[in-house]
């Protein structure tokens, strides 16, 4: 590995670090989605969810009430 | 404003928010105005994007990505995450194509953005730059690939033709009497 392959990959340039960013949270927001889904239809209440996400009922109701219920 | 628009320019609109909506973009970007006027059957859009060698789902392919909401696998990697890996683990458990799938689905109507409403503005620009009142694809067409900086008019140049070779594929389009 070349000092600048190295350099990239300890997050150097902005550009490259902030995408990754950006992809983890675009990542995170999907693979919660599908939880969610799941949980709901496995007859999850929506106060266990919220307390396994770290948020509160009000919140993850809002963001998915309408789609699952 | 739409009264000025053709059917076809109209429905582009509508078609917009559908493919908005289906790659989960939650408004409606000028790229999916683009993607929507270049789906219309024999538009003119779509007959000078075939001048140009442009199939609608190729285009729709370089805006995807060019999108902002890829997953961007590089970028990932230099973090140490496989987003191979990470989508075979989601779709052994959520089933295939589960992972593009949740990218948020909003229901109800999708709000423009500023890009959408620029290109909408451009285009009756181009409209009156060419002494017409009528809006058509074409206008649409030009006015995405003059949006500099947005993933509409990036789509179009990543295909190597520059503002001026979609002009004249437009106006070519027109002299051939195909109207809308």
Redesign the interface.
């Known amino acids: 590995m070349s000092d600048d392959t190295l350099m990239t990959a300890a997050g150097d340039d902005p550009a490259e670090g902030l995408r990754a960013v950006r992809s983890l949270r675009v990542l995170a927001d999907r693979l919660e989605a599908l939880q969610v889904e799941r949980a709901r239809r496995l007859g999850w209440p929506w106060q266990l969810i919220a307390d396994a996400l770290g948020v509160s009922r009000q919140a993850v109701h809002k963001k998915y009430g309408k789609r699952f219920r | 404003m739409f009264e000025r628009f053709t059917r076809d320019a109209r429905d582009s609109v509508t078609r917009a928010q559908d493919i908005a909506r289906s790659t989960g973009a939650g408004r409606i970007g000028a790229e999916h105005v683009l993607l929507g006027a270049a789906a219309q059957p024999g538009s003119v859009a779509a007959r000078s994007l075939d001048r140009l060698g442009i199939a609608p789902a190729s285009l729709a392919e370089s805006v995807r990505a060019l999108g ?5 696998a590089e ?2 990697a ?2 140490g ?1 496989d ?1 191979e890996s ?1 989508r075979t683990q ?1 779709e052994a ?2 089933g295939p194509g ?2 593009d799938a ?3 689905s909003p ?1 109800g109507r999708l709000a423009l953005d500023p890009t959408a409403k620029k290109l909408l503005e451009l285009a009756l620009r181009e409209a009156i730059r060419f002494t017409t009142n009528r809006i058509d694809t074409g206008h649409l067409l030009l006015a995405a690939a003059r949006l500099d900086g947005t993933s509409a008019a990036k789509a179009l140049a990543w295909f190597g033709h520059d503002r001026a070779a979609v002009e004249q594929a437009v106006v070519a389009t027109w002299a051939d009497g195909e109207r809308e």
Not at chain 2, 68 to 72: A, N, T
């Open positions: 902002p909401d890829v997953l961007d970028a990932l230099r973090v995450v987003l990470v989601v458990t959520f589960a992972l949740a990218a948020a229901t």
